[in-house]
């Protein structure tokens, strides 16, 4: 079992790598893409410091408070993406049929599907989450802490998207229901959590999971505290493995396209 864990593991990275290696083909598009995202990104960041200068602070967030919840936002989409950018198409490659190709494949079909593509953009939505890092300010435990949680809140975002996705294996025109919350959830992000009312809140940390994604990791690395930490990575555990399921229970009512494509 653990082995195969391990294989399975093991080629959803060598898919990735090679998914990045043929994008790098073009260097200067490639460098060009990270660069304006960095630059994107960082504009949003200019209307902050602009609110901040009005008032010393938003619902309890200072203006560095802000930058590290943009900073772990940003790295999450970014790592996401990177990793599982299918996840975010899967809606459409169910609607028209083209999961042929990866149910013939020696491999779990699941992690196939959202390896299959990378988005080079989001590297520089990564590496702008780490340069927000260190305005914030770097220690050791603070670096520590935003990568465990980058990694947690991709596989958070990345499950709720393919969960969302799945609707179509039940739904027809499921698509535009699950681009609408992935939507929602990755702009609702970057405000802080405290300028919602309680009942907003209670969503959030319920059928749109930012709360475990995004405000608690950064609370934690904020405050450190043992039990926040231990819910993230149970509730992480928790939606990965119910994602599985649905995606497998999904896969059993799917209509082939009968188009059958090479993939490398």
């Not at 490639?30 to 995202?37: A, K, L, S, V, Y």
Request: aromatic fraction near 14%; charge should be positive; hydrophobic fraction near 55%.
């Amino acid at each position: 079992m653990l082995m195969e864990v391990k294989n399975q593991i093991k080629v959803m990275f060598l898919s990735v790598k090679y998914n990045i290696m043929r994008q790098m083909v073009n260097k200067v598009t490639f460098i060009t893409n990270i660069i304006f995202m960095i630059l994107n990104n960082a504009a949003f960041i200019i209307q902050w410091i602009i609110l901040f200068s009005l008032k010393d602070e938003i619902g309890g967030y200072t203006i560095k408070e802000v930058i590290l919840l943009w900073g772990i936002a940003a790295s999450i989409f970014g790592f996401a993406h990177i990793l599982f950018h299918k996840a975010f198409d899967l809606s459409d490659l169910i609607i028209e049929g083209k999961l042929d190709t990866f149910l013939v494949q020696p491999k779990n079909v699941f992690l196939s599907v959202i390896t299959s593509e990378t988005s080079i953009s989001a590297i520089g939505d990564l590496l702008y989450g780490y340069i927000c890092l260190i305005i914030y300010g770097v220690t050791i435990q603070n670096l520590l802490l935003f990568t465990i949680f980058m990694i947690t809140g991709a596989m958070i975002l990345t499950a709720f998207a393919s969960i969302l996705g799945c609707i179509s294996f039940w739904i027809v025109k499921g698509d535009g229901f699950a681009e609408s919350l992935i939507s929602v959830m990755v702009n609702l992000s970057t405000y802080p959590e405290t300028i919602f009312k309680k009942s907003v809140r209670i969503i959030l940390y319920t059928l749109i999971p930012i709360g475990f994604s995004i405000y608690m990791p950064v609370e934690t690395i904020l405050n450190f505290d043992i039990c926040k930490f231990a819910y993230i990575i149970i509730f992480t555990v928790a939606i990965v493995l119910l994602t599985f399921y649905i995606f497998n229970r999904g896969l059993k009512r799917y209509s082939s396209s009968n188009l059958m494509s090479s993939r490398v």
